[in-house]
């Protein structure tokens, strides 16, 4: 026990399963044409002690295990590290500039237009002297440099997560339109151990961070999970909170504390966030006619749903309750129907739900 | 007063002044050749003294140092008689109490045409003689001479001190006159203006800036003069504003380390901040001099805030014996007469006072922060409305009304009348702060119960109102079967998240060590997110608190501090294993070293520690005073005890009447009874140094803190060989085999660390401090795989640390392994005391009823889970849901299944929990 929450003790694997139809809808919205592919490069920089070089390892192995998990296959996963003896089977190479760059490099030959590239640095940073700069094995790379390799990615979706320290500064040099920027701190003066890439990491394995239960985690919802994680660990312990993360992609710049999510006009960051998703979505091998027609039942219900939720704070709550009360029964059957029409792509895994209740 | 002059403050006259740049250089020619001309109470030398072999400026200098003594000594033998001397002669008698001597000094002069007429006049107003000093003063005013201006201002003052406030305003007003044409440009005659501004600020709050103009501008033009600065540090603590006050008189005190006027005033800062040199400071004091009226005086207070009447008496008649006229020793009197129960007196001597001063609202105030200070606060409150009925213009008294309605609960009056306050005087820190405070209670929300009324910050009371209400009520329960008594309801408590915030509920400014603060009815205390986890255990405070509610009711808050805090962590000790102060090693030093106080001063432990861990001590042995008096006596001891106190008894009749015992007879007793019980214990210490001069503990209401403190046996670079020879020789001292046990387990040889451990432990079993045994042990059996002698370890550990956090998630962990789960639960339910914001411990919890079938608890903790906003919020509210449904609540479990499917629409545990409720289950 401690700060942090346990992960996926009691998430069964059937979320995934029943809600594959309305996560087609939005990996539809996400990703662009069925098909795009994921793609990540995870780096940990120089630790400068061994506790730290252990744990930016621990975090990394964490996301590149939480990616194979989800259906990226190998060659789409590339791990550099500060120490590749740490783990040389997945370590491909050491973390320094060139071999960074040279990575990204091969990203744009390797996805294509469409696809999602998810780049994470877990390691320290600095930026209150000088450009903001993530250290790396070597010379350090500055937030510029980062900006310009990935020129090349501009249609693909790219979510670069730059969990270190000081590394608010990298948020306004790779602001970009159809990018996610997410980073440790608010600005580079922010130079004290970051938390973050910790509940980062936890938040993309093993769904600690699929807030809304479909099976799958959203850039969004690791931020949100991370954030309230750090948040919670501070209060906890009783410390001055010396990080807030930011997530800024609509390009402004700028960057948000609370993003805020579908919700989201173009003039507020967290829309494309919550959108991009980081894993492989298998397709159903043949929707029939019936489940076709249930899929598009349950669109319609959730829609009315969104509707309703907006109009919360006008009605009274007891209206509002029996009204989602209606809705939300309707969709538990439309999902019952779902499942006896046998269109799942993947079978029961037989889990039992939270305190032994056994799934249906 | 004309509006204009009310309005116009103070005008700067540039020509007439000299730029603050210029001040510095500009001030020893001032003081040597143009205030030779001056000769005002600050004259300068003559020309002719300089001549002498230790000049007249020479002594000066000493005086301005401090060298009292000597000064005078040398005037004698040089028998000077010019004014110079006779000032620098009459400065250092009055600066030692010499009062008499200084107005002899004057027989035979023409003070008035040397310009001493105002010395003069103050030398007989030190003594008392107002009527000789008004004449003085007359003469000098008429004689139009150099010191006039200041002759009027001292006029006025005289009439303020008699209540003639027009009187005395058109006086002051005419120096803020005098300064704007330029007439007042010596420093005395600065000062002048100053004190009028400051005297006026109540009418026009604006001025106390204009009076700080002016003690700037006077300490400019003579920066060597201390009185100025100690006026600056007077003004400066009157408004709350400690540190500007330290720096301030610490200036002065660098110069001249003796000034008695500057230690007075540094002591009362002292005595604000709660520095416990704040005594000795004073004694300095006197040390110069001891006809110190004013320092008298507060020396009385400090003794009636201990509660010691007849000291109180003693020093006050002190200062009348200087001063039969003095308000504010009359005031002590009357307060003393009051809170001892002597009505009559009280009544003579209130009637006293104002008769001499019909609108001194200063003696209701002092009355009522008296009463304050003694937990009297329906009295202060009482007294602090008369004294703004008398003087509609006393800030100062609203402050108190509204500050001690606040205290009653009484928040919209309290906030009306601080408002009032604040608007005649914004530079008030305490009533700022105050009102900023109530400014966020918008934020808080009500929870009411049986008996108690709870306000917490909305963002927390979801998950601290089921647990606060639970152990308040169980209080509640406990206590008033135990006291017979029932205090008036509902009860108060204010619990707030930031720490500062209760701080300046309690005191008025952030920085105060208290964990939690009972006035009677109203409580308030930090909230556990207000203090690092393992540092506060909030149920421990809360049920100390609510002790506090009985035991100062049921005595119609006449209770002595020392007993009250005493049954409060008595109480605390009873509620839970491990609750309550524990013993250290600093209270068997003080115990072996005779530094504990015997009953009749206990409560000065309190009130004014002479050693920073002195209160600290005095909590513990109140307590331990408080439990051997039950165990001797029975609790209806205790009870009688009360019912004395109630009456009016004194602390030797009560003792007397409660166990036939006087007061050396108890001490003598219960100093045995200790020495038997820790005997052995103390004996392992050794020569262990006494704690007295070590580091600060937390203090105040609600007991010192908790918080582990630095691990005493640990050694920056151990030397492990000179260790083990040492723990070899000295197999009975307690520290040595501690610390031999220590450096062996940070090096992890963990089974040699074993033994100096465990021969540790049982010297001085009651240890459970910072790097005590049972932690270590614990981890050294963990590591052995020896989980049976850890859990026993930890066990004892926990039974008498209540805020060992780390340890009692470790003890659960154990226990749960170990298949123990109703004592694993025990356990997690005290960790949650130290701190509820852990999802792991609710978590286990919620699982440890759920599969024990206590649904009902399962949804507390459940509920607490939702409310701590974990990351997994659709499957916590499932869960919640899944409790409330077994645990009959299906209205709940409807709702809470609703919000979960609100997160997560498509959540299929949800999906099926809301269909079974709705009866269209599978």
């Given at each position: 026990?401690?700060?942090?929450?346990?992960?996926?003790?009691?998430?069964?694997?059937?979320?995934?399963?029943?809600?594959?139809?309305?996560?087609?809808?939005?990996?539809?919205?996400?990703?662009?044409?069925?098909?795009?592919?994921?793609?990540?490069?995870?780096?940990?920089?120089?630790?400068?002690?061994?506790?730290?070089?252990?744990?930016?390892?621990?975090?990394?192995?964490?996301?590149?295990?939480?990616?194979?998990?989800?259906?990226?296959?190998?060659?789409?996963?590339?791990?550099?590290?500060?120490?590749?003896?740490?783990?040389?089977?997945?370590?491909?190479?050491?973390?320094?500039?060139?071999?960074?760059?040279?990575?990204?490099?091969?990203?744009?030959?390797?996805?294509?237009?469409?696809?999602?590239?998810?780049?994470?640095?877990?390691?320290?940073?600095?930026?209150?002297?000088?450009?903001?700069?993530?250290?790396?094995?070597?010379?350090?790379?500055?937030?510029?440099?980062?900006?310009?390799?990935?020129?090349?990615?501009?249609?693909?979706?790219?979510?670069?997560?730059?969990?270190?320290?000081?590394?608010?500064?990298?948020?306004?040099?790779?602001?970009?339109?159809?990018?996610?920027?997410?980073?440790?701190?608010?600005?580079?003066?922010?130079?004290?151990?970051?938390?973050?890439?910790?509940?980062?990491?936890?938040?993309?394995?093993?769904?600690?961070?699929?807030?809304?239960?479909?099976?799958?985690?959203?850039?969004?919802?690791?931020?949100?999970?991370?954030?309230?994680?750090?948040?919670?660990?501070?209060?906890?312990?009783?410390?001055?909170?010396?990080?807030?993360?930011?997530?800024?992609?609509?390009?402004?710049?700028?960057?948000?504390?609370?993003?805020?999510?579908?919700?989201?006009?173009?003039?507020?960051?967290?829309?494309?966030?919550?959108?991009?998703?980081?894993?492989?979505?298998?397709?159903?091998?043949?929707?029939?006619?019936?489940?076709?027609?249930?899929?598009?039942?349950?669109?319609?219900?959730?829609?009315?749903?969104?509707?309703?939720?907006?109009?919360?704070?006008?009605?009274?709550?007891?209206?509002?309750?029996?009204?989602?009360?209606?809705?939300?029964?309707?969709?538990?059957?439309?999902?019952?129907?779902?499942?006896?029409?046998?269109?799942?792509?993947?079978?029961?895994?037989?889990?039992?739900?939270?305190?032994?209740?056994?799934?249906? | 007063?004309?509006?204009?002059?009310?309005?116009?403050?103070?005008?700067?006259?540039?020509?007439?002044?000299?730029?603050?740049?210029?001040?510095?250089?500009?001030?020893?020619?001032?003081?040597?050749?143009?205030?030779?001309?001056?000769?005002?109470?600050?004259?300068?030398?003559?020309?002719?003294?300089?001549?002498?072999?230790?000049?007249?400026?020479?002594?000066?200098?000493?005086?301005?140092?401090?060298?009292?003594?000597?000064?005078?000594?040398?005037?004698?033998?040089?028998?000077?008689?010019?004014?110079?001397?006779?000032?620098?002669?009459?400065?250092?008698?009055?600066?030692?109490?010499?009062?008499?001597?200084?107005?002899?000094?004057?027989?035979?002069?023409?003070?008035?045409?040397?310009?001493?007429?105002?010395?003069?006049?103050?030398?007989?107003?030190?003594?008392?003689?107002?009527?000789?000093?008004?004449?003085?003063?007359?003469?000098?005013?008429?004689?139009?001479?150099?010191?006039?201006?200041?002759?009027?201002?001292?006029?006025?003052?005289?009439?303020?001190?008699?209540?003639?406030?027009?009187?005395?305003?058109?006086?002051?007003?005419?120096?803020?006159?005098?300064?704007?044409?330029?007439?007042?440009?010596?420093?005395?005659?600065?000062?002048?203006?100053?004190?009028?501004?400051?005297?006026?600020?109540?009418?026009?709050?604006?001025?106390?800036?204009?009076?700080?103009?002016?003690?700037?501008?006077?300490?400019?033009?003579?920066?060597?003069?201390?009185?100025?600065?100690?006026?600056?540090?007077?003004?400066?603590?009157?408004?709350?504003?400690?540190?500007?006050?330290?720096?301030?008189?610490?200036?002065?005190?660098?110069?001249?380390?003796?000034?008695?006027?500057?230690?007075?005033?540094?002591?009362?800062?002292?005595?604000?901040?709660?520095?416990?040199?704040?005594?000795?400071?004073?004694?300095?004091?006197?040390?110069?001099?001891?006809?110190?009226?004013?320092?008298?005086?507060?020396?009385?207070?400090?003794?009636?805030?201990?509660?010691?009447?007849?000291?109180?008496?003693?020093?006050?008649?002190?200062?009348?014996?200087?001063?039969?006229?003095?308000?504010?020793?009359?005031?002590?009197?009357?307060?003393?007469?009051?809170?001892?129960?002597?009505?009559?007196?009280?009544?003579?001597?209130?009637?006293?006072?104002?008769?001499?001063?019909?609108?001194?609202?200063?003696?209701?105030?002092?009355?009522?922060?008296?009463?304050?200070?003694?937990?009297?606060?329906?009295?202060?409150?009482?007294?602090?409305?008369?004294?703004?009925?008398?003087?509609?213009?006393?800030?100062?008294?609203?402050?108190?009304?509204?500050?001690?309605?606040?205290?009653?609960?009484?928040?919209?009056?309290?906030?009306?009348?601080?408002?009032?306050?604040?608007?005649?005087?914004?530079?008030?820190?305490?009533?700022?702060?105050?009102?900023?405070?109530?400014?966020?209670?918008?934020?808080?929300?009500?929870?009411?119960?049986?008996?108690?009324?709870?306000?917490?910050?909305?963002?927390?009371?979801?998950?601290?109102?089921?647990?606060?209400?639970?152990?308040?009520?169980?209080?509640?329960?406990?206590?008033?079967?135990?006291?017979?008594?029932?205090?008036?309801?509902?009860?108060?408590?204010?619990?707030?998240?930031?720490?500062?915030?209760?701080?300046?509920?309690?005191?008025?400014?952030?920085?105060?060590?208290?964990?939690?603060?009972?006035?009677?009815?109203?409580?308030?205390?930090?909230?556990?997110?207000?203090?690092?986890?393992?540092?506060?255990?909030?149920?421990?405070?809360?049920?100390?608190?609510?002790?506090?509610?009985?035991?100062?009711?049921?005595?119609?808050?006449?209770?002595?501090?020392?007993?009250?805090?005493?049954?409060?962590?008595?109480?605390?000790?009873?509620?839970?294993?491990?609750?309550?102060?524990?013993?250290?090693?600093?209270?068997?030093?003080?115990?072996?070293?005779?530094?504990?106080?015997?009953?009749?001063?206990?409560?000065?432990?309190?009130?004014?520690?002479?050693?920073?861990?002195?209160?600290?001590?005095?909590?513990?042995?109140?307590?331990?005073?408080?439990?051997?008096?039950?165990?001797?006596?029975?609790?209806?001891?205790?009870?009688?005890?009360?019912?004395?106190?109630?009456?009016?008894?004194?602390?030797?009749?009560?003792?007397?009447?409660?166990?036939?015992?006087?007061?050396?007879?108890?001490?003598?007793?219960?100093?045995?009874?200790?020495?038997?019980?820790?005997?052995?214990?103390?004996?392992?210490?050794?020569?262990?140094?006494?704690?007295?001069?070590?580091?600060?503990?937390?203090?105040?209401?609600?007991?010192?803190?908790?918080?582990?403190?630095?691990?005493?046996?640990?050694?920056?670079?151990?030397?492990?060989?000179?260790?083990?020879?040492?723990?070899?020789?000295?197999?009975?001292?307690?520290?040595?085999?501690?610390?031999?046990?220590?450096?062996?387990?940070?090096?992890?040889?963990?089974a040699e660390a074993e033994e100096p451990l465990v021969r540790g432990r049982d010297l001085f079993p009651e240890y459970v401090g910072s790097g005590n045994a049972y932690t270590l042990l614990a981890e050294i059996y963990r590591q052995q795989e020896r989980e049976e002698e850890a859990i026993e370890a930890l066990m004892t550990l926990a039974a008498s640390n209540e805020t060992a956090w780390d340890e009692h998630l470790a003890l659960a962990e154990l226990l749960g392994a170990a298949g123990r789960e109703e004592e694993e639960a025990e356990i997690l339910e005290r960790s949650l005391y130290i701190s509820p914001h852990d999802l792991g411990v609710h978590r286990r919890l919620a699982e440890r009823a759920f599969a024990s079938e206590r649904f009902a608890l399962a949804v507390r903790e459940r509920a607490a889970l939702v409310a701590l906003d974990p990351p997994d919020r659709a499957v916590a509210l499932y869960e919640l849901a899944l409790a409330q449904h077994r645990a009959g609540r299906p209205e709940s479990a409807r709702r809470t299944v609703l919000r979960a499917l609100e997160v997560a629409p498509g959540y299929d545990p949800a999906q099926e929990l809301l269909l079974d409720l709705v009866g269209k289950g599978s």
């Open positions: 026990m401690g700060g942090a929450a346990p992960s996926g003790d009691v998430v069964s694997g059937r979320g995934w399963n029943r809600l594959l139809p309305a996560a087609l809808l939005v990996y539809a919205l996400a990703s662009g044409p069925l098909g795009a592919e994921n793609h990540l490069l995870v780096v940990t920089g120089v630790g400068g002690e061994q506790s730290y070089t252990e744990r930016f390892h621990a975090w990394a192995t964490r996301v590149v295990e939480a990616a194979l998990e989800a259906g990226l296959s190998e060659d789409r996963v590339v791990y550099l590290g500060e120490r590749p003896e740490l783990d040389p089977e997945r370590i491909r190479d050491r973390s320094t500039g060139e071999n960074l760059l040279a990575e990204i490099e091969a990203l744009t030959k390797q996805s294509s237009a469409g696809d999602t590239v998810w780049i994470v640095l877990f390691g320290h940073g600095s930026g209150s002297a000088g450009p903001p700069r993530f250290n790396l094995p070597g010379r350090d790379l500055v937030a510029e440099q980062y900006a310009a390799a990935l020129e090349p990615l501009s249609d693909r979706r790219v979510v670069f997560i730059n969990a270190s320290s000081a590394s608010g500064g990298f948020i306004a040099p790779l602001a970009k339109e159809g990018r996610v920027v997410i980073t440790a701190t608010r600005s580079g003066a922010q130079g004290n151990e970051a938390l973050f890439g910790g509940y980062i990491a936890e938040a993309l394995d093993g769904g600690a961070g699929d807030r809304n239960k479909d099976g799958r985690t959203s850039a969004l919802e690791a931020f949100e999970f991370a954030q309230r994680e750090v948040e919670r660990y501070y209060r906890q312990a009783g410390q001055i909170r010396t990080e807030h993360a930011l997530l800024e992609d609509n390009g402004d710049g700028k960057g948000s504390l609370e993003p805020a999510g579908l919700d989201a006009d173009g003039q507020v960051d967290g829309r494309l966030a919550s959108l991009v998703l980081l894993g492989e979505e298998a397709l159903p091998a043949a929707l029939t006619e019936e489940s076709r027609e249930l899929a598009e039942r349950r669109g319609d219900i959730e829609r009315r749903i969104d509707e309703l939720r907006l109009q919360r704070e006008s009605l009274d709550e007891d209206v509002y309750l029996e009204e989602l009360q209606e809705l939300m029964v309707e969709l538990a059957l439309v999902d019952r129907e779902l499942d006896e029409s046998g269109t799942k792509s993947g079978e029961d895994d037989g889990s039992d739900g939270p305190n032994g209740e056994p799934d249906r | 007063m004309s509006e204009r002059r009310h309005s116009a403050g103070l005008r700067r006259v540039e020509s007439r002044r000299p730029r603050r740049a210029d001040a510095q250089k500009q001030a020893s020619f001032i003081q040597v050749l143009a205030l030779v001309l001056a000769a005002g109470v600050w004259s300068p030398l003559t020309a002719a003294a300089q001549d002498e072999e230790v000049s007249l400026q020479d002594i000066e200098q000493w005086i301005l140092t401090g060298r009292y003594g000597d000064a005078l000594e040398q005037l004698e033998i040089q028998s000077a008689d010019d004014a110079g001397a006779l000032r620098l002669r009459v400065e250092a008698l009055t600066s030692t109490g010499r009062y008499e001597e200084a107005a002899r000094a004057f027989e035979g002069v023409d003070a008035t045409g040397l310009g001493l007429g105002v010395l003069r006049g103050r030398v007989a107003l030190l003594a008392g003689d107002r009527e000789q000093a008004g004449r003085w003063f007359e003469e000098a005013r008429a004689a139009r001479g150099r010191d006039a201006l200041v002759a009027s201002f001292e006029l006025a003052r005289l009439a303020w001190d008699r209540g003639d406030i027009e009187e005395a305003a058109r006086g002051f007003y005419g120096m803020i006159d005098a300064y704007n044409t330029g007439a007042a440009d010596t420093a005395a005659e600065l000062l002048a203006v100053a004190e009028a501004c400051r005297l006026l600020g109540r009418d026009d709050p604006e001025l106390f800036k204009d009076a700080l103009r002016a003690y700037d501008e006077a300490v400019a033009l003579a920066p060597s003069w201390p009185l100025p600065r100690v006026r600056v540090g007077e003004l400066f603590l009157e408004k709350y504003d400690s540190g500007q006050a330290r720096s301030s008189l610490a200036d002065v005190l660098r110069a001249n380390p003796r000034h008695p006027e500057a230690l007075l005033a540094m002591a009362r800062t002292m005595r604000f901040d709660g520095d416990p040199r704040a005594q000795a400071t004073l004694d300095a004091a006197f040390d110069v001099n001891p006809n110190l009226t004013p320092a008298r005086v507060f020396q009385a207070w400090l003794h009636l805030g201990a509660e010691r009447w007849e000291e109180a008496r003693d020093e006050a008649g002190k200062a009348l014996d200087v001063d039969p006229g003095s308000l504010t020793a009359r005031t002590l009197l009357a307060a003393a007469a009051f809170l001892d129960g002597r009505d009559e007196d009280f009544a003579r001597l209130r009637d006293g006072v104002l008769a001499d001063n019909p609108r001194y609202a200063d003696l209701f105030n002092d009355l009522a922060d008296a009463s304050a200070d003694n937990r009297l606060y329906a009295q202060a409150r009482d007294f602090a409305a008369e004294a703004v009925r008398i003087d509609p213009k006393s800030w100062r008294g609203y402050g108190l009304l509204g500050m001690n309605q606040l205290r009653l609960g009484d928040i919209e009056a309290g906030r009306a009348n601080l408002e009032t306050s604040f608007a005649g005087d914004p530079y008030n820190v305490w009533t700022k702060n105050t009102l900023d405070l109530l400014d966020t209670f918008g934020e808080y929300r009500m929870v009411e119960s049986e008996h108690f009324e709870f306000h917490i910050h909305d963002r927390e009371a979801d998950l601290l109102a089921p647990y606060m209400v639970e152990l308040a009520e169980e209080a509640w329960a406990a206590l008033s079967e135990r006291y017979r008594f029932e205090p008036p309801t509902p009860i108060r408590v204010e619990v707030y998240p930031s720490h500062a915030d209760f701080s300046v509920r309690t005191v008025g400014l952030a920085g105060l060590g208290a964990l939690g603060v009972c006035f009677g009815p109203v409580l308030a205390l930090d909230s556990p997110s207000a203090r690092q986890v393992g540092h506060f255990n909030w149920g421990g405070t809360l049920w100390h608190e609510i002790a506090h509610t009985f035991t100062l009711l049921a005595t119609d808050s006449k209770i002595p501090r020392w007993l009250t805090e005493g049954l409060s962590v008595l109480e605390e000790r009873r509620a839970r294993p491990g609750w309550g102060d524990d013993v250290q090693v600093g209270f068997l030093t003080a115990l072996r070293d005779g530094e504990l106080l015997g009953i009749a001063e206990i409560n000065d432990g309190f009130v004014r520690p002479k050693f920073p861990n002195q209160i600290a001590l005095a909590y513990l042995q109140a307590s331990l005073i408080s439990e051997w008096i039950e165990e001797n006596y029975g609790f209806d001891a205790v009870l009688s005890m009360l019912a004395g106190y109630r009456d009016g008894k004194s602390t030797e009749d009560v003792f007397d009447e409660a166990m036939s015992l006087s007061l050396e007879e108890f001490d003598e007793r219960f100093f045995g009874h200790l020495r038997a019980r820790f005997g052995s214990a103390m004996a392992a210490l050794g020569d262990a140094p006494s704690e007295s001069g070590e580091e600060d503990q937390d203090e105040g209401e609600g007991g010192p803190s908790r918080a582990p403190t630095r691990n005493p046996f640990e050694r920056r670079e151990p030397n492990l060989e000179q260790l083990a020879l040492a723990a070899m020789e000295n197999p009975d001292d307690f520290r040595i085999q501690m610390t031999y046990g220590y450096a062996l387990f940070r090096e992890e040889r963990f």
